[in-house]
């Protein structure tokens, strides 16, 4: 009897220890779309965080403790994302790795300002987002007046002297980079011939197209996510229209190909050298496809994300957010997607877009000596 209460004892101090152990994990976010029609990106940043999680607590974690990973959705929603940013806040975690939707980003980085969170975007592009002198936002992406560029040069370059057509979705992503593309082509001296908005979730554009047609558009540039770009294109093919569709970093999913078919095959898009074939990411990318992952678009992103940020609190060693962002700006990080530096607004400092093409086999690559 005597033996089974000192097993009993034992066992309830083990349980008292673990909990313990689990009571000290340190607790980090990831917020973007996990469900809706950006759930792709969404699935992306989740496969990125929880990777990264596991290999930073198998090295031995931040600061002699484990990490822990909260996954939130806010479906590209601006009100969800602000709940969700304020629910982060109010537990307490010290840094959230997102969101997705510029749209998103913006309005929760404001609560996570209030509420001491550090907030690294993989993939918001808006240069709103660290324009707002906010001391808790930064990001391992580019900015669309950046990639905006890019694409203008290679329009420039590639379709002097043609039709071109400017559409965006009005959301804070997709007009923010059509705006971007259309100031820099103007100063290029290339005058857009139609320049139209549409609505986010739209699935009917044969109004738009036979416009496209009546002014026989050779390259139409779409601000907006792949499902919409995907269903232009789509509807441009079956109105006959051979018009190129180019378009930014949101095409960087499979799931435009799964949209489009074969008939995607040409769409141009902008978005950083594929990650995926760097000397940095090859083991993660090997790791990755062990588990039958793809990780395309922002998954690298996001795994770089969170580098950055348990680089930065080792170095400062502390979760406290602002230090942790004083570390941040104060440092160079080395990430799977490559060497990280940062301005004093949040911006990486090495900024390298270019220019991809889908081939008809659902995959794509990046177009060499494109000349941008």
Known sequence: MKSLKLIGLAFGASIALSS????????IAVAGPMTGGESA?????KNGAEMAVADINAAGGVNGKKLALSVEDDACDPKQARSIAE????????????????SSSIPASEA???GN????TPASTNPLFTERKLWNVARVCGRDDQQGLIAAQYIAKNYKGKNIAILNDKTTYGKGLADET????NKAGITEKMYESYNKGDKDFNAIVSRLKRDNIDLVYVGGY???????LRQMRDQGLKTVLMAGDALADKEYASITGPAGEGTLFTFGPDPRNKPTAKKIVDAFKAKNIDPEGYTLYTYAAMQVWSQAAKKAGTTDA???MEAMKAGKWDTVIGPIEYDAKGDIKQIDYVVYKWDAKGGYAEIKGNGT
């Open 41 to 45: 990106f969404g699935r992306q940043m």
């Open 112 to 114: 996570y300002a209030d």
């Open 322 to 324: 602002k230090k942790v």
């Open 182 to 185: 259309k100031k820099a082509l």
């Open 226 to 232: 792949h499902q919409e770009s995907g269903l232009i």
């Open 87 to 102: 629910k982060i806040a109010s537990a307490k975690m010290p840094f959230v790795a997102g969101h997705y939707c510029s």
């Open 20 to 27: 313990a152990a689990f009571a000290q994990d340190v607790t």
């Open 117 to 120: 969170v550090l907030q690294i």
